[in-house]
């Protein structure tokens, strides 16, 4: 066992790093107040010039922006990327979800006019799945598409959707047949998001930001050569966007061992530190572990790619670990500040507002992408084969399911 | 990077899994549990001429001079088959702490015969329910004899020398090499939680003891015996916890109630879940270990109270949750679900209990960011 590269990837990664750190600090710093707009507009100018290098998109195949690399180069770009705090948050859906989709199921023209242009930041992409009555149950959704000549008539409304409010274009699951059951009269496009009759709502989230949106849809007209997949076939469709999605959500992020033990170590109580408290130990100590044990989790998975092989199912725990963590850290660390842990100004508290910005985004982490109980689900008939839920909705004609309405 | 063992280690594993199989069922197991008998004497033959006593001791002591990569494989199979035999007592503790601590002469004297299975060791520290540390430990070393008893110890009526943890004046502590069979000591079984790993009370009254290490250092070489330990036994943890979720696995798919496989039922689903993921996070911090533990890295002392932390939490979850999950008929003599309980809480105290690894891990860290 060992931790090192092959000479391969060590010859990558020096490559990688040489032009990360040539040219990433211009992009890292934020100006001061910097607008959602700014952030995005110095998002795509940091996607432009990865793509003018070869390092945009690394494991698409090159005609369509990307760079043709391996799994295990794509590993580590992202490590060597995430060591600096580049602008890239906008260009997550598209490019980890929507980009594979329409590899996938777009005509060859359409790749070829639409992926380089995703690849290289000039347009954004959102993806249009949950609804008010889709969730969890995602193929419960109900947005309808009615057949018109060449085109299809789309009403109905999206919810949850990350970026629609910058986004150029997004994939669409719809009803196309609401007489056939639920997973069957799906049918699945890509949209331009300047259509007419789309409006975009923001949704103001308990952290106070406004990530996501709902998006209307008011008789929003579609050609169907932007169909994707098969008439009916959208379900399918929607598993391979979804399969990138268990790839691209991953370890919550956000204030995690290091930052807890750290104020456990400056704040005092009864002139001791918290560090010294046994309470504040046994916690510490398992946060270490969970966070030891997700991080060797994905040293075997990158074991397993750096071989060539299938990775195993390891990495299905990631989010449902690291998002209950990332709501104890952010939880505790407001313990430890007493009287004092209600504020929320970053000047008057510890750490910025990182445990604040813990305590009150990981309850949307917990959901986003897969809740708790859906991963669960997941690994108990995916990794444990377990038998799926029974479900009261099969084969019934979607419009005679109950809805609760 | 590469995490994960070689295509030798996981040969030796399935040929492990294949003599475990055969010669080591349940059956052999619940016969040590219900019977007088103070181990499985075919499995531990039979792991003897495999040559899993000598794996990891040097060639220059008859051993087969492998790394602890093997030997963590091999705990592995054995925690996962529940296996009845000395091996844990006599190699991760006996063998280490000679390895680590005897003089050459002992080395040469105690080592070829550990590696041959000729003779069983143990390592004596316990007395009786609370823990020892410097502030508590009783029994007493003089120049060259001890005085005193320990209970519980592991393989203690069968080992034919236990090395001890005895004090001297001022609180200080050694560790004592004593020769069972000798004079000034009688030893019987103790009735414990896990009747598949015999354990006895030891007395010593002026038994002939034999320095080992530093005289004074006794805490401080028990602490690099369990760090090396603690990652053996957390893979033995790891493949009990395995087979406690197939065991639980398996009877939720062919038990219905209600009409369906119970399987089929979230509120089993997500406890099955839960189950997997403390087995997964255990055993990728155990593969930290064993990295840890066969490099001869710094990070040992983390890396052992990381996997010993959460593999003891993992095989007590499975353990439980793998009753709980067999409804009434877990609760059963009949059933093996209980062999796999009693198994997870001798695990998880045998090396000291959890809030002590805890409290050992954040120590760890601490002295490491103070480096």
């Given at each position: 066992?060992?931790?090192?590269?092959?000479?391969?990837?060590?010859?990558?990664?020096?490559?990688?790093?040489?032009?990360?750190?040539?040219?990433?600090?211009?992009?890292?710093?934020?100006?001061?107040?910097?607008?959602?707009?700014?952030?995005?507009?110095?998002?795509?100018?940091?996607?432009?010039?990865?793509?003018?290098?070869?390092?945009?998109?690394?494991?698409?195949?090159?005609?369509?922006?990307?760079?043709?690399?391996?799994?295990?180069?794509?590993?580590?770009?992202?490590?060597?990327?995430?060591?600096?705090?580049?602008?890239?948050?906008?260009?997550?859906?598209?490019?980890?979800?929507?980009?594979?989709?329409?590899?996938?199921?777009?005509?060859?023209?359409?790749?070829?006019?639409?992926?380089?242009?995703?690849?290289?930041?000039?347009?954004?992409?959102?993806?249009?799945?949950?609804?008010?009555?889709?969730?969890?149950?995602?193929?419960?959704?109900?947005?309808?598409?009615?057949?018109?000549?060449?085109?299809?008539?789309?009403?109905?409304?999206?919810?949850?959707?990350?970026?629609?409010?910058?986004?150029?274009?997004?994939?669409?699951?719809?009803?196309?047949?609401?007489?056939?059951?639920?997973?069957?009269?799906?049918?699945?496009?890509?949209?331009?998001?300047?259509?007419?009759?789309?409006?975009?709502?923001?949704?103001?989230?308990?952290?106070?930001?406004?990530?996501?949106?709902?998006?209307?849809?008011?008789?929003?007209?579609?050609?169907?050569?932007?169909?994707?997949?098969?008439?009916?076939?959208?379900?399918?469709?929607?598993?391979?966007?979804?399969?990138?999605?268990?790839?691209?959500?991953?370890?919550?992020?956000?204030?995690?061992?290091?930052?807890?033990?750290?104020?456990?170590?400056?704040?005092?109580?009864?002139?001791?530190?918290?560090?010294?408290?046994?309470?504040?130990?046994?916690?510490?100590?398992?946060?270490?572990?969970?966070?030891?044990?997700?991080?060797?989790?994905?040293?075997?998975?990158?074991?397993?790619?750096?071989?060539?092989?299938?990775?195993?199912?390891?990495?299905?725990?990631?989010?449902?670990?690291?998002?209950?963590?990332?709501?104890?850290?952010?939880?505790?660390?407001?313990?430890?500040?007493?009287?004092?842990?209600?504020?929320?100004?970053?000047?008057?508290?510890?750490?910025?507002?990182?445990?604040?910005?813990?305590?009150?985004?990981?309850?949307?982490?917990?959901?986003?992408?897969?809740?708790?109980?859906?991963?669960?689900?997941?690994?108990?008939?995916?990794?444990?084969?377990?038998?799926?839920?029974?479900?009261?909705?099969?084969?019934?004609?979607?419009?005679?399911?109950?809805?609760?309405? | 990077?590469?995490?994960?063992?070689?295509?030798?280690?996981?040969?030796?594993?399935?040929?492990?899994?294949?003599?475990?199989?055969?010669?080591?069922?349940?059956?052999?197991?619940?016969?040590?549990?219900?019977?007088?008998?103070?181990?499985?004497?075919?499995?531990?033959?039979?792991?003897?001429?495999?040559?899993?006593?000598?794996?990891?001791?040097?060639?220059?002591?008859?051993?087969?001079?492998?790394?602890?990569?093997?030997?963590?494989?091999?705990?592995?199979?054995?925690?996962?088959?529940?296996?009845?035999?000395?091996?844990?007592?006599?190699?991760?503790?006996?063998?280490?702490?000679?390895?680590?601590?005897?003089?050459?002469?002992?080395?040469?004297?105690?080592?070829?015969?550990?590696?041959?299975?000729?003779?069983?060791?143990?390592?004596?520290?316990?007395?009786?329910?609370?823990?020892?540390?410097?502030?508590?430990?009783?029994?007493?070393?003089?120049?060259?004899?001890?005085?005193?008893?320990?209970?519980?110890?592991?393989?203690?009526?069968?080992?034919?020398?236990?090395?001890?943890?005895?004090?001297?004046?001022?609180?200080?502590?050694?560790?004592?090499?004593?020769?069972?069979?000798?004079?000034?000591?009688?030893?019987?079984?103790?009735?414990?939680?896990?009747?598949?790993?015999?354990?006895?009370?030891?007395?010593?009254?002026?038994?002939?003891?034999?320095?080992?290490g530093t005289r004074g250092q006794g805490f401080e070489h028990l602490q690099q015996v369990?760090?090396r330990a603690a990652v053996l036994f957390a893979f033995e943890q790891v493949g009990g916890?395995?087979?406690?979720?197939?065991?639980?696995?398996?009877?939720?798919?062919?038990?219905?109630?209600?009409?369906?496989?119970?399987?089929?039922?979230?509120?089993?689903?997500?406890?099955?879940?839960?189950?997997?993921?403390?087995?997964?996070?255990?055993?990728?911090?155990?593969?930290?270990?064993?990295?840890?533990?066969?490099?001869?890295?710094?990070?040992?002392?983390?890396?052992?109270?990381?996997?010993?932390?959460?593999?003891?939490?993992?095989?007590?979850?499975?353990?439980?949750?793998?009753?709980?999950?067999?409804?009434?008929?877990?609760?059963?003599?009949?059933?093996?679900?209980?062999?796999?309980?009693?198994?997870?809480?001798?695990?998880?105290?045998?090396?000291?209990?959890?809030?002590?690894?805890?409290?050992?891990?954040?120590?760890?860290?601490?002295?490491?960011?103070?480096?």
């Amino acid at each position: 066992m060992n931790f090192n590269d092959t000479p391969q990837e060590a010859a990558f990664r020096a490559e990688a790093r040489a032009f990360l750190d040539a040219n990433a600090p211009k992009y890292v710093a934020a100006r001061r107040n910097e607008t959602e707009a700014q952030y995005v507009a110095r998002g795509k100018q940091w996607q432009k010039l990865k793509a003018e290098n070869g390092w945009a998109c690394l494991n698409w195949p090159k005609e369509y922006g990307g760079r043709g690399a391996t799994p295990m180069e794509l590993i580590i770009w992202n490590q060597e990327e995430s060591r600096y705090d580049l602008p890239v948050g906008p260009f997550a859906i598209g490019l980890g979800m929507c980009g594979p989709t329409m590899i996938a199921y777009a005509t060859e023209a359409q790749k070829r006019e639409h992926l380089p242009k995703m690849a290289s930041g000039e347009v954004i992409w959102c993806q249009l799945f949950s609804e008010p009555a889709g969730g969890s149950d995602l193929a419960a959704l109900r947005t309808r598409a009615v057949k018109d000549g060449d085109e299809w008539i789309v009403n109905g409304q999206k919810i949850w959707t990350s970026g629609a409010h910058y986004s150029d274009w997004g994939i669409l699951v719809t009803r196309s047949d609401p007489s056939l059951p639920k997973h069957k009269g799906l049918t699945f496009f890509f949209v331009d998001m300047h259509s007419p009759g789309i409006e975009v709502k923001p949704i103001k989230q308990i952290s106070g930001g406004a990530n996501f949106n709902e998006v209307y849809f008011t008789d929003v007209r579609i050609p169907d050569a932007q169909r994707l997949g098969a008439v009916g076939q959208g379900w399918q469709v929607s598993i391979t966007t979804l399969m990138n999605e268990r790839l691209a959500v991953g370890n919550a992020g956000g204030a995690d061992f290091d930052e807890i033990y750290d104020l456990a170590a400056s704040i005092k109580i009864d002139g001791k530190p918290a560090l010294a408290n046994p309470a504040v130990r046994e916690k510490l100590a398992d946060w270490y572990c969970q966070a030891s044990g997700l991080k060797f989790t994905n040293y075997r998975v990158i074991s397993a790619l750096s071989r060539g092989q299938t990775p195993g199912p390891e990495n299905s725990i990631t989010k449902v670990v690291s998002a209950v963590k990332q709501q104890d850290i952010g939880s505790f660390g407001l313990d430890l500040m007493d009287m004092g842990g209600i504020l929320m100004d970053a000047k008057k508290v510890p750490a910025g507002l990182a445990f604040q910005m813990n305590f009150l985004g990981a309850p949307g982490y917990r959901i986003a992408g897969g809740t708790d109980e859906i991963l669960r689900n997941i690994i108990a008939e995916r990794v444990l084969g377990l038998p799926p839920d029974i479900r009261v909705d099969k084969g019934i004609p979607f419009n005679e399911v109950p809805t609760g309405s | 990077m590469n995490f994960e063992f070689s295509d030798e280690q996981n040969l030796l594993r399935e040929q492990a899994q294949s003599f475990l199989a055969k010669t080591c069922p349940l059956s052999a197991v619940r016969k040590v549990l219900d019977g007088k008998q103070p181990f499985d004497e075919a499995t531990w033959r039979g792991m003897i001429q495999l040559g899993w006593t000598a794996t990891a001791i040097p060639e220059q002591y008859e051993g087969l001079g492998l790394g602890y990569l093997e030997l963590c494989v091999l705990a592995e199979e054995l925690g996962r088959s529940l296996a009845p035999t000395p091996f844990s007592s006599s190699i991760y503790l006996g063998a280490e702490a000679i390895l680590l601590f005897g003089s050459p002469a002992q080395k040469s004297r105690y080592l070829p015969k550990l590696a041959a299975g000729e003779w069983i060791a143990t390592l004596a520290v316990g007395e009786g329910a609370a823990p020892v540390g410097p502030t508590r430990l009783r029994t007493k070393a003089t120049a060259d004899t001890i005085k005193g008893t320990k209970i519980p110890v592991a393989d203690g009526d069968v080992a034919e020398f236990a090395i001890v943890l005895a004090k001297e004046e001022k609180r200080t502590a050694s560790l004592y090499i004593v020769d069972l069979n000798g004079t000034g000591v009688t030893r019987k079984t103790v009735a414990t939680l896990d009747p598949t790993r015999s354990h006895a009370e030891i007395r010593f009254k002026d038994a002939p003891a034999e320095l080992l290490g530093t005289r004074g250092q006794g805490f401080e070489h028990l602490q690099q015996v369990f760090d090396r330990a603690a990652v053996l036994f957390a893979f033995e943890q790891v493949g009990g916890a395995q087979a406690a979720l197939d065991m639980g696995r398996d009877y939720a798919l062919g038990r219905y109630a209600f009409g369906r496989p119970i399987g089929s039922f979230q509120a089993i689903k997500h406890k099955l879940a839960d189950m997997y993921i403390a087995t997964t996070l255990a055993r990728s911090n155990c593969y930290y270990g064993a990295w840890a533990l066969s490099t001869g890295a710094k990070e040992l002392p983390i890396a052992a109270a990381t996997a010993r932390v959460s593999a003891t939490e993992a095989f007590h979850e499975c353990a439980k949750e793998n009753i709980q999950t067999h409804g009434g008929m877990g609760f059963t003599w009949e059933f093996d679900c209980h062999m796999y309980y009693r198994r997870a809480k001798l695990l998880s105290v045998n090396l000291g209990s959890l809030p002590r690894w805890k409290d050992r891990l954040v120590s760890s860290i601490e002295a490491a960011r103070a480096a």
